[in-house]
């Protein structure tokens, strides 16, 4: 049978700053999306140790993610963006068509919190636990810490202190003034040897496996600036992410408005009592949302992946079992073959 592997590294609704790279993007997205389709295929072992029962599919989305958080170039694990009080509170949700979730919130120094997701859904009697309780619970699991400084950047620390002054507050991870941008962008370029372009995002991955199982994995560190104890859609079951016997979507965007439109969960339910394909559905609902809200990546039961977005621009990648392979950034970065 077929199968498919997406993933994302966050929506933006600003341009890349003149002179911006993307190599260093598009190596890490290519790399990440590699270790899903490893584990995915059945080529590679994940690099943790899965339980008993999770399918190649669940296994493929928690690596591909475990890879992004590890990644400082996205807004997830290592890359996260801080609250207003200066610290980390990173949320993760995992899910599958088989009746498995697991979600978490507030995890302040758990290296992968995608982990302790898959901790929650396959090791506790809940499906969504919020910290310090999940923190506690990961810690007992014996699930990696880090020390703050791990999980900092100097561009993490300068994009705070811009939010902090803005009109637009936490709004300052969707946009930016030229003067807000070229704050950052100095602020990156003291930093010797950096790659970062200013632009990190929220990370996912969805999969359908050759035995017809479907799963998702989403992670973040939210907004900057956001109050403490925020929490987005990332970890909201159908906002930000659903699966069923017909599809798998995960989100990316303003997770305000996901939450309240429920998006992924609407996109999976007009495939399955209004009929229409994964691609239709997910045009439908982020055509309903405000003008550059953000968008969704899914595949489909053919192992047919789809992004559809609202936003300037969403850093994906994706394969398939018919060999359709690509890496997108920006529309000027777009690879050819995606």
């Given amino acids: 049978m077929s199968w498919g592997l997406a993933l994302h590294g966050g929506s933006f609704n600003r341009y890349p700053r003149r002179g911006a790279d ?22 590679s072992k994940p690099s943790f ?31 996260s ?68 400084d791990y999980f900092l ?27 807000e941008e070229a704050a950052i962008d100095a602020a990156i370029a003291e930093q010797p040897g950096s790659v970062d372009n200013g632009l990190t995002g ?3 991955a969805v999969a359908k496996d050759a035995a017809g199982n ?19 859609d990332t970890p909201i079951l159908g906002a930000g992410g659903y699966v069923n016997d017909m599809a798998a979507v995960c989100a990316t965007g303003v997770g305000e408005l996901f939450l309240y439109h429920n998006v992924c ?23 309903k949302l405000p003008a550059e809200a953000g968008g969704v990546i899914g595949v489909d039961s053919d192992g047919r992946v789809v992004f559809e977005f609202s936003s300037v621009g969403v850093m994906r990648a994706m394969a398939e079992s018919s060999g359709r392979r690509g890496v997108a950034l920006w529309e000027e970065w777009e690879e050819k073959n995606f």
Avoid at 33 to 42: F, I, K, P, S, Y
Avoid at 274 to 281: D, F
């Fill in 153 to 179: 950047t100097e561009a993490q620390v300068k994009q705070l202190e811009i939010a902090r002054k803005s009109v637009n507050q936490e709004s300052i991870d969707y946009d930016m003034t030229e003067e």
């Fill in 22 to 43: 993307p190599a260093p993007y598009i190596k890490a997205l290519s790399e990440c999306r590699d270790r899903g389709v490893a584990v995915l295929t059945g080529k």
């Fill in 81 to 148: 963006v801080l609250n207003e009080l200066g610290k980390f509170e990173m949320d993760a949700q995992v899910m599958d068509n088989r009746g498995h979730c697991g979600a978490c919130t507030g995890l302040t120094s758990i290296r992968n919190p995608v982990l302790a997701a898959e901790r929650i859904m396959t090791k506790s009697k809940h499906a969504f636990i919020t910290s310090p309780g999940a923190e506690q619970f990961a810690i007992r699991e014996g699930l990696r810490t880090e020390s703050f």
């Fill in 214 to 232: 479907y799963a998702f994995a989403i992670s973040t560190g939210g907004l900057t600036n956001k109050m403490q104890g925020r929490v987005g």
């Fill in 202 to 204: 929220t990370v996912g």
């Fill in 265 to 287: 969960g609407q996109v999976c339910a007009a495939m399955e009592y209004g009929g229409m394909s994964l691609q239709e559905a997910s045009r439908l609902k982020i055509g």
């Fill in 49 to 79: 140790s899965p339980h008993e029962h999770l399918n190649p599919a669940m296994q493929a989305v928690i690596e591909t993610v475990i890879a992004l958080e590890d990644c400082p170039l996205f807004n997830a694990g290592r890359g």
